[in-house]
């Protein structure tokens, strides 16, 4: 009994260290993925970051250009009511006054609306050019997931 008792210590002992060997080479290999997605996800992070700061400069200098055109705007706009002004206070009867009130009014508001709607297509403009680097992020990523699955 002792021979049958020692063949199967051995066995056991082997299919132990067979086991145990299994263990830890599957340990590794989940360490390693482990490692893989991390630096992955620390590499998407930094895409994610920097597609953001790169939204933030485009929108800025979107900003700053839209400030610009309007200041501009609002300086020939003064310009003209001074003009504006002046021809008004120059005007000799009140029909003269009322018919270059409406000329007025009207030129007013035919200006209104294109720099409204200069405004607004420069707005479209810069959300779309804004909205482009954090597009390509999640391009990128729907890509990632793509070959994940």
């Known amino acids: 009994m ?11 002992a082997e299919k132990a260290t067979e086991f145990f060997a299994d263990v830890r080479e599957k340990a590794t290999e ?8 991390a ?3 620390v590499e998407f992070n930094k895409a994610n970051v920097d597609a953001v700061v790169e939204a933030g ?5 979107g900003a700053q250009e839209i400030g610009k055109t309007n200041m501009e705007f609002a300086k020939k706009n003064f310009e003209e009511v001074q003009v504006a002004v002046k021809e008004l206070t120059s005007v000799k009867s009140p029909t003269d006054f ?6 007025l009014a009207r030129k ?17 403009k810069l959300v779309s050019e804004m909205f482009q680097p954090i597009s ?7 890509e990632l997931f793509k070959k994940a699955a």
Do not use: R
């Open 98 to 103: 009322v018919k270059l009130q409406g000329e």
């Open 136 to 142: 390509n992020c999640i391009a990128a990523t729907t």
């Open 108 to 124: 007013g508001l035919d200006t209104a609306v294109a720099q409204g709607s200069k405004n607004t297509e420069a707005m479209v």
């Open 57 to 61: 400069k485009i929108v800025a200098k």
């Open 30 to 37: 989940a360490a390693e993925k482990g490692k893989k997605f």
């Open 39 to 41: 630096a992955e996800a």
């Open 2 to 12: 002792t021979d049958t008792v020692k063949a199967t210590a051995e066995k056991t």
